[in-house]
């Protein structure tokens, strides 16, 4: 008789539970890392948070908000900088202990993550038939890895209540023409002034109807503001708001911005207000011009991060928890790297796969590893002379000017939004 064949080789297909195992295995490699990181990154005990929780208990006790100061080694002094619409939300934690004010503050960070983040690898993950949990068993921990979270975290600040609003505008409403479209954009400018370039972004979008909103919401809070508390409001409005010496020292290494590329070359003196104004007009014209081009082609997740990388540049201030839009950004490139070329392809494009993996791994090890948390840069003003110390103190800026030129947009079959919708054919892309 004839011998048997040769039992088939064992595969995924063959052994799906052998592969949720291995998935399980790495997903818990990579999420046990990320605590190591939070151990010997500098520790800042919610410094931010105190601040905030000490300027409300002075307004409280019936002071001028913006009359508050407090002491700092580096910056000199700090005060209360946000509009008064931030305030009022702050107000209520007045009676809490900062430790049950850091514990929400943490809390609503964490699930603000974890929420973010689903929705941006939920499509990615099913256009390459990767299940869902995996996806975000990876992205979550690294998302939780990166510098501006872990910033984020231990200062204690807001930065991800602004980003839920701004995507949950620009990931559902406005691709679907809600009546609410806008309103979350509104509200983040109304808190924290830099999210209005999104404002700018619906404009260049030609969005008029959710650029109104947007505007009348962030108006309406302000003036809501007003009403409560006049005098600190017309105050910022009419003074503090102009003075970006209050918000700290622009030469800091944490300052992530196109002024403090500047400013650590002209340290302790200040840089040209033209030169900064030129670059300021040119990266935001050339950004947010190619966030419309994708925009046009369908790609809202391109669109809207592009913008926040034109609001990282172009801000006189970026601290480094600033810069969560590094985070799509990766997420945009993993997606196009893994994107099979078309037939006409052929060996450029599986070398541009290539080369938008390796820029996606290559930004996830800058982005984890920081420009701050692992340096002490000291106190002293001191200027970027040596080509080294320029590349490292700048790292957030040059990245970010890299990726207004070459993220590349995903153009998308008609009405497939790009964080809610699978497209309908595989899309092309392009720059």
Same mark, same amino acid.
């Given at each position: 008789?004839?011998?048997?064949?040769?039992?088939?080789?064992?595969?995924?297909?063959?052994?799906?539970?052998?592969?949720?195992?291995?998935?399980?295995?790495?997903?818990?490699?990579?999420?046990?890392?990320?605590?190591?990181?939070?151990?010997?990154?500098?520790?800042?005990?919610?410094?931010?948070?105190?601040?905030?929780?000490?300027?409300?208990?002075?307004?409280?006790?019936?002071?001028?908000?913006?009359?508050?100061?407090?002491?700092?080694? /580096?910056?000199?002094?700090?005060?209360?900088?946000?509009?008064?619409?931030?305030?009022?939300?702050?107000?209520?934690?007045?009676?809490?202990?900062?430790?049950?004010?850091?514990?929400?503050?943490?809390? /609503?960070?964490?699930? !603000?993550?974890?929420?973010?983040?689903?929705?941006?690898?939920?499509?990615?993950?099913?256009?390459?038939?990767?299940?869902?949990?995996?996806?975000?068993?990876? @992205?979550?921990?690294?998302?939780?890895?990166?510098?501006?979270?872990?910033? =984020?975290?231990?200062?204690?600040?807001?930065?991800?209540?602004?980003?839920?609003?701004?995507?949950?505008?620009?990931?559902?409403?406005?691709?679907?023409?809600?009546?609410?479209?806008?309103?979350?954009?509104?509200? !983040? +400018?109304?808190?924290?002034?830099?999210?209005?370039?999104?404002?700018?972004?619906?404009?260049?979008?030609?969005?008029?109807?959710?650029?109104?909103?947007?505007?009348?919401?962030?108006?309406?809070?302000?003036?809501?503001?007003?009403?409560?508390?006049?005098? $600190?409001?017309? %105050?910022?409005? =009419?003074?503090?708001?102009?003075? +970006?010496?209050?918000?700290?020292?622009?030469?800091? +290494?944490?300052?992530?911005?196109?002024?403090?590329?500047?400013?650590?070359?002209?340290?302790?003196?200040?840089?040209?207000?033209?030169?900064?104004?030129?670059?300021?007009?040119?990266?935001?014209?050339?950004? /947010?011009?190619?966030?419309?081009?994708?925009? %046009? @082609?369908?790609?809202?997740?391109? #669109?809207?991060?592009? =913008?926040?990388?034109?609001?990282?540049?172009?801000?006189?201030?970026?601290?480094?928890?600033?810069?969560?839009?590094?985070?799509?950004?990766?997420?945009?490139?993993?997606?196009?790297?893994? %994107?099979?070329?078309?037939?006409?392809?052929?060996? @450029?494009?599986?070398?541009?796969?290539?080369?938008?993996?390796?820029?996606?791994?290559?930004?996830? @090890?800058?982005?984890?590893?920081?420009?701050?948390?692992?340096?002490?840069? #000291?106190?002293?003003? $001191?200027?970027?002379? &040596?080509?080294?110390?320029?590349?490292?103190?700048? /790292?957030?800026?040059?990245? &970010?000017?890299?990726?207004?030129?070459?993220?590349?947009?995903?153009?998308?079959?008609?009405?497939?939004?790009?964080?809610? $919708?699978?497209?309908?054919?595989?899309?092309?892309?392009?720059?």
């Amino acid at each position: 008789m004839p011998a048997d064949p040769p039992a088939p080789s064992a595969t995924d297909e063959d052994d799906p539970g052998g592969r949720t195992a291995r998935q399980i295995i790495v997903v818990v490699l990579v999420a046990a890392a990320v605590p190591l990181l939070y151990l010997v990154s500098t520790p800042h005990n919610f410094y931010d948070l105190k601040i905030y929780m000490s300027a409300m208990r002075w307004w409280a006790d019936g002071n001028p908000l913006y009359d508050y100061v407090q002491a700092d080694l /580096l910056q000199g002094e700090l005060y209360f900088t946000y509009p008064p619409f931030t305030a009022l939300l702050l107000r209520p934690f007045v009676g809490l202990k900062i430790g049950v004010t850091a514990g929400v503050f943490t809390a /609503l960070t964490v699930l !603000a993550l974890l929420v973010t983040t689903w929705w941006l690898v939920s499509s990615i993950a099913d256009r390459h038939g990767v299940p869902r949990w995996f996806a975000a068993g990876l @992205a979550v921990p690294l998302a939780f890895a990166v510098e501006s979270t872990r910033e =984020t975290i231990v200062f204690g600040q807001i930065n991800m209540l602004l980003v839920v609003l701004v995507l949950a505008d620009l990931l559902f409403a406005v691709p679907r023409n809600s009546r609410w479209a806008g309103v979350g954009i509104g509200l !983040a +400018t109304a808190l924290k002034l830099y999210p209005g370039i999104f404002i700018v972004y619906l404009l260049a979008t030609r969005r008029w109807r959710a650029a109104l909103v947007s505007s009348a919401a962030a108006a309406g809070a302000t003036l809501l503001a007003a009403a409560i508390a006049p005098s $600190d409001s017309w %105050r910022f409005w =009419t003074h503090e708001l102009w003075l +970006t010496d209050r918000v700290g020292r622009p030469d800091y +290494t944490g300052n992530q911005s196109l002024f403090g590329l500047l400013s650590r070359f002209t340290t302790p003196g200040k840089p040209s207000q033209a030169l900064w104004l030129v670059l300021v007009v040119a990266v935001a014209a050339y950004g /947010l011009w190619r966030a419309a081009r994708a925009a %046009r @082609a369908g790609d809202e997740l391109t #669109g809207l991060t592009l =913008t926040g990388l034109v609001a990282v540049l172009v801000s006189p201030i970026t601290w480094t928890h600033h810069a969560y839009w590094f985070i799509p950004a990766v997420l945009v490139l993993v997606d196009a790297g893994l %994107r099979p070329p078309g037939p006409a392809a052929g060996r @450029a494009g599986r070398r541009r796969r290539v080369a938008l993996l390796a820029l996606a791994a290559l930004v996830t @090890a800058v982005i984890v590893y920081g420009v701050v948390s692992y340096y002490d840069w #000291g106190r002293a003003f $001191d200027r970027t002379n &040596a080509p080294g110390e320029f590349l490292l103190r700048n /790292l957030y800026v040059l990245f &970010a000017l890299l990726l207004l030129v070459v993220l590349p947009i995903r153009r998308e079959s008609p009405g497939a939004g790009a964080g809610t $919708d699978t497209p309908k054919h595989e899309p092309s892309i392009q720059q």
